[in-house]
């Protein structure tokens, strides 16, 4: 059965790698599949976009979310969905339904972002904005579920 996932994250919270690891399950466990009860027999296809412009991102990410195929399929929410009204603009209820939401403790948020070359604690600003990204977000999706 298709089924269609948004990840939403702060910037170097791993999103992206989760989504690799949902696709390849073999690599290790996956807390994407763990959170949303995706066995190992569930295919899973990442849909990971560079920002591109917000009409171009739009045509894409509607492309994967009307692709004809019986997977769950995780699409790499990034602050111009919803700041841009990507999500106001794509929200059906037949393919908005989950959502997750990836948000790893201090110490692992900050040595992913010196692994990326920042530097800076911008953990508590993170944090701060996490409650404004799900209040925004939180209308187009039945659930949301946080995933450490």
């Known amino acids: ?21 949902a696709a390849n399950h073999q690599i290790r466990p996956s807390r994407i599949r763990y959170a949303f009860g995706l066995g190992y027999t569930v295919p899973v296809l990442p849909f990971i976009l560079c920002t591109r412009t917000t009409e171009e991102r739009k045509d894409l990410i509607l492309q994967a979310i009307n692709l004809n195929i019986d997977a769950v399929i995780l699409i790499h929410g990034q602050d111009v ?24 403790d201090k110490g ?29 977000i939180r209308p187009y999706f039945n659930e949301i579920k946080n995933i450490l």
């Open 1 to 21: 059965m298709k089924e269609v996932i948004w990840i939403f994250g702060p910037g170097a919270s791993g999103k992206k790698t989760m989504m690799l690891e």
């Open 108 to 136: 692992e948020y900050l040595r992913r972002r010196l692994c990326r070359g920042k530097e800076g604690n911008n953990y508590e600003r993170a944090r701060n904005r996490k409650e404004q990204v799900l209040n925004y």
């Open 81 to 104: 969905d919803w700041k841009k009204g990507i999500l106001k603009s794509l929200y059906n209820p037949k393919s908005f339904n989950r959502c997750g939401y990836v948000f790893p």
